[in-house]
């Protein structure tokens, strides 16, 4: 059980903006709003990654959700005027498409979930599969068009991530598309393991919030055991670790991660807070 101080976390939010590039930095007020008691107890759960756990994950189809921040691209078919690129280039008023990051030109789904789409107005896509928002959208065009033919697609993933931190050669997070997303995928796509430092015998995913965190542990020393990482899929939000030596204890490894989990955690929280 570990105590957390208000100092410490005034200390730790203080620094947000330096961490994270492009957010601000909080204010008090919705600090307290969020974070009130004057001491924090912190129960971790550590659960070793087995077999069984694997088997009972992969009952779990894997179905992408839209939420905020994704940018969707949507076509009629024989219809080119609904599509993000023509709507750009008659310049409407309130244009309901952006640019993503990746480049790409959509409909952005906003803080509230939500799309503005010509003819039938905001359609609340967050949580919704792309097939669920293509039935959606089919019933409401009826009304204008005859048989509309609609394809919904993601084309770019800016909502859903998973942070890896730790002995790879580049630190950072990384996008949950529509395919899931492994620790091994995880740790190839952020330049893979520090060969000099990284022990593979302490792979740690800390999941849930600061409070009751759930810790995962897999011990990827053998073969048998990375097949496990390739086969163990993340969820948004996610932190994976890559422990730089043995721990006998998990709750040292936990003291040495707790600034940086909060830092991420406390963050989320704010913007979550400020976006309702």
Known sequence: MFKVTPICLLILLSGCSSIMPGMHNPDTANMHKIFSSKNMNIVSTLIPITTDLIAHQDQEKYIYHVAPSDILNITVWQHPEFSSQELQLNQLTNLPSTQGAAGQTGYLVNPNGYIYFPLIGNIHVANKTVDEIRSEMTIKLRKYIKNPQINVRVVDFR??????????????????????????????????????????????????????????????????????????????????????????????????????????????AIIDSNNK
């Open 159 to 268: 909502s859903r991530k998973v942070y890896v931190l730790g002995e790879v050669n580049k630190p950072g997070f990384v996008p949950i598309n529509d395919q899931p997303l492994s620790i091994t995928d995880a740790i190839v796509l952020t330049g893979g393991l520090d060969p000099n430092a990284a022990d593979p015998s302490h792979i740690y995913i800390i999941r849930g919030n600061i409070y009751r965190p759930y810790v995962y542990w897999l011990n990827a020393k053998t073969p048998e055991t990375l097949l496990l990482a390739e086969h163990f899929n993340l969820k948004s939000g996610d932190i994976l670790f890559i422990s730089s030596a043995p721990a006998t204890r998990w709750n040292r490894v936990l003291n040495q991660l707790l600034p940086t989990i909060q830092t991420i955690w406390y963050t989320k």
